[in-house]
């Protein structure tokens, strides 16, 4: 069984759509994240979630918003997205913040 | 703001061959480094750590030195295989905020 899984693995969708990413781990972990990777490569945080709690959240528009329906999920939902938007998008979880993180496989998501 | 360089890829060698990936960072105070793998259609994993100046991380029969004098965190195998083939992501635990910073990846591809 995938340890941390997230769908859909690609997305394409026209700008200003809304669409939601899911994320599920099944490591019985506490906290949860999800990065950015943008077109130079750089994996960047953009939300973390402990407990249901959120516990980081960088310069990210508020079009962006996690939802953790439990402890085991960690959805992205995106509004009205744009161009900029187009990236690949992982999910990973730890049982400790910050310390031996597992990673989704990514979605990569192109914003037409 | 603190921050992980290393080395461009893509990196292509001969099975048996030695592997060198080079990364240095930059970071107000000691942070811990890491050292993530990316198997292909896999998410990203961690490969090996270090949390202080000196330490030895290894795993796999990889490893990597923290060399504080340096600022360097480089990545060897003294023989690699088809099966290392990967995307290798140097990474730090510092900012503000705490964050994992990543670098952007070196592409490794070993030839039978």
């Known amino acids: 069984d995938t340890a941390v899984s997230q769908t859909p693995k690609y997305l394409v969708t026209q700008m200003g759509n809304d669409k939601s990413i899911k994320c599920e781990q099944n490591?019985?972990?506490?906290?949860m994240y999800w990065y950015k990777q943008d077109s130079k490569k750089f994996l960047k945080i953009m939300f973390s979630y402990n407990n249901k709690e959120l516990i980081i959240n960088e310069t990210v528009p508020n079009r962006f918003s996690p939802k953790s329906p439990d402890k085991a999920h960690l959805n992205l939902h995106i509004n009205s997205l744009e161009l900029g938007d187009s990236a690949v998008y992982f999910c990973a979880s730890s049982q400790e913040f910050n310390e031996k993180l597992f990673f989704g496989s990514g979605t990569q998501l192109s914003v037409l | 703001g603190d921050s992980v360089t290393q080395m461009e890829g893509p990196v292509t060698l001969s099975e048996e061959a030695f592997l060198t990936i080079n990364c240095t960072y930059t970071?107000?105070?000691?942070?811990?480094l890491f050292w993530y793998v990316q198997y292909p259609g896999e998410g990203l994993q961690l490969l090996l750590k270090?949390?202080?100046?000196?330490d030895k991380g290894s795993n796999k029969g990889f490893e990597a030195t923290y060399r504080k004098e340096t600022t360097s965190f480089h990545l060897e195998k003294g023989s690699v295989q088809v099966s290392d083939s990967a995307v290798y992501f140097c990474?730090?635990?510092?900012?503000?905020?705490?964050?994992?910073?990543f670098g952007k990846g070196t592409k490794l591809s070993v030839k039978p």
């Open positions: 990474a730090l635990l510092g900012g503000s905020q705490g964050n994992l910073i």
């Open positions: 970071a107000t105070g000691y942070p811990s």
């Open positions: 270090a949390t202080k100046a000196d």
């Open positions: 490591l019985g972990h506490d906290t």
